[in-house]
């Protein structure tokens, strides 16, 4: 995000505000900023060519203060709360041996995902959003200090950890249109897909460390270990947030923004809305993670810490598809490339339940999770297109509950399909399903398979 505004200012250092007329012609010559790939080629050497467009753009962190600092609070409150995920997981587990129980973790936190999800939306686009970061974070952080307080006491009561994922998913919803929404205002626009990356890199960073750190705290400490963490890590959230300045959605706000006028929006943009039809079948169908309790100890004979492995494997290979996504700017066929890393994600799943090697198995989760990391940079990219500012705290809420509700409608659907079946048959089912919905798709829609980044249409 930008460097340190004025307390009245939101827009970047350099660019006008949305709306704004053009200003007028100066002497002074305007500061360079040019990302890495406008560069010329010619005097450079072709590795460094390659790397220059094969790496990430690191140009948003060097150049804007302010996403610097939320960029940095993101990565160490996401590396907390995959931990507590994990610790979550695990303790419910223990108390009922049961992947059904496990799975309805899922379940209790997809209603708030989805009513917050959706009116957090709308208030993002009529409320200060750096206050809603604020309210949101510190009540993630309040949660999670419930749950290091339940376990440290030893209540082993599954329903008091059922309504803090519930409470924790509210606040989660609630914030984060917001903190989507900030992005344009904090760093001009020729870097909002640079940002879109590092982003990107930030969650995987998270769900990467966090479920290994995790594990290893869970296994030798305890739960609570893992939830005291994650209580301490969002103080360098709250810290960028009370940082920036205020947030308020340009133009001028008429009464509350309805949630309907967002969906009647999405309603009108059929390729946006196969891209988002795309993700569900993704995540609904082919997220094993309730199952990784149960795999680690059928599957592998391990423990705790086997569990973290299962958990961060696919942020791995999703923080290298992040890393080394420099070469996504040059494909114009954007919905087909969603299309194919969803069905690479759905084959790579099936992969992993059909072997029962550990470090095999890490590596097809590690394969979905870079396919899964190519279909949100495009998925992200096409929501950009179609959203104008005054529709894009609306579409950001929709869209949080499309990535976070999804996957609770998966952890439910694996859950319940091994409890009458097996932990193996869930997952290899749920891959080739989410290929079958993937090819019905491409066959409803075959105008998003031509869709065209150099001339988009709805």
């Known amino acids: ?116 999800g959706l009116y957090g939306g709308a208030i993002a686009d009529t409320a200060d959003r750096r206050r809603l970061g604020l309210i949101g974070s510190a009540g993630l952080a309040a949660v999670s200090a419930v749950l290091a307080a339940q376990a440290i006491a030893g209540l082993g009561l599954v329903a008091v950890l059922y309504v803090a994922v519930a409470a924790q998913a ?38 990467t460390v966090g479920p290994m750190l995790g594990g290893v705290l869970i296994g030798t400490y305890g739960a609570q270990a893992a939830y005291l963490v994650d209580t301490v890590a969002f103080g360098a959230t709250l810290y960028a947030m009370w940082r920036l300045p205020t947030m308020l959605p340009l133009g001028e706000r008429k009464g509350r923004a309805s949630v309907l006028d967002g969906l009647r929006f999405l309603r009108e943009q059929p390729n946006l809305r196969t891209s988002f039809l ?37 942020a791995v290979g ?9 070469w996504v700017g040059k494909v114009n066929r954007q919905g087909a490339a969603v299309l194919a890393a969803v069905a690479a994600w759905g084959l790579a799943i099936a992969a992993f339940g059909l072997i029962h090697n550990l ?18 940079i495009f998925r992200n990219t096409m929501m950009q297109v179609a959203a104008p500012d005054e529709m894009r705290g609306r579409l950001q809420g929709i869209f949080i509950v499309v990535v976070a509700g999804g996957p609770r409608l998966g952890d439910f659907e694996s859950g319940a399909v091994a409890s009458l079946t097996s932990p193996a048959t869930s997952v290899v089912s749920g891959g080739l399903a989410c290929v079958a919905a993937i090819l019905l798709l491409a066959a409803r829609r075959p105008a998003f398979l031509r869709y065209d980044a150099r001339n988009p249409t709805p």
């Open 1 to 116: 995000m930008s460097t340190n505004h004025p307390a009245n200012s939101t827009a970047a250092p350099g660019a006008p505000e949305p709306g704004a007329a053009p200003s007028e012609p100066s002497d002074a010559p305007a500061p360079a900023a040019v990302s890495p790939s406008a560069l010329p080629d010619g005097p450079l050497p072709w590795h460094r060519r390659l790397a220059r467009g094969a790496f990430a753009d690191l140009s948003p962190l060097r150049d804007n203060a302010d996403y610097r600092r939320v960029w940095f609070g993101q990565a160490v409150s996401s590396i907390g709360q995959q931990m507590t995920a994990v610790a979550v997981s695990v303790q419910v587990y223990d108390l009922t041996g049961s992947s059904f129980a496990t799975g309805l973790v899922g379940l209790f936190s997809l209603f708030p995902l989805i009513a917050f």
């Open 359 to 376: 470090w095999l198995g890490l590596f097809f989760l590690a394969v979905a999770g870079c396919a899964d990391t190519v279909s949100m």
């Open 170 to 207: 509210g606040f989660f919803a609630l914030s984060s249109p917001a903190r989507s929404a900030m992005i344009p205002r904090l760093v001009p626009a020729h870097q909002l897909p640079a940002a879109n990356a590092l982003n990107t890199v930030s969650m995987n960073l998270g769900l």
């Open 318 to 326: 999703a923080l290298a598809g992040a890393l080394f996504s420099g």
């Open 278 to 314: 795309a993700d569900l079948a993704a995540m609904i169908f082919g997220m094993p993670r309730a199952l990784f309790p149960a795999i680690a100890v059928t599957f592998y004979a391990g423990d705790a810490r086997t569990v973290g492995l299962l958990v961060s494997a696919p």
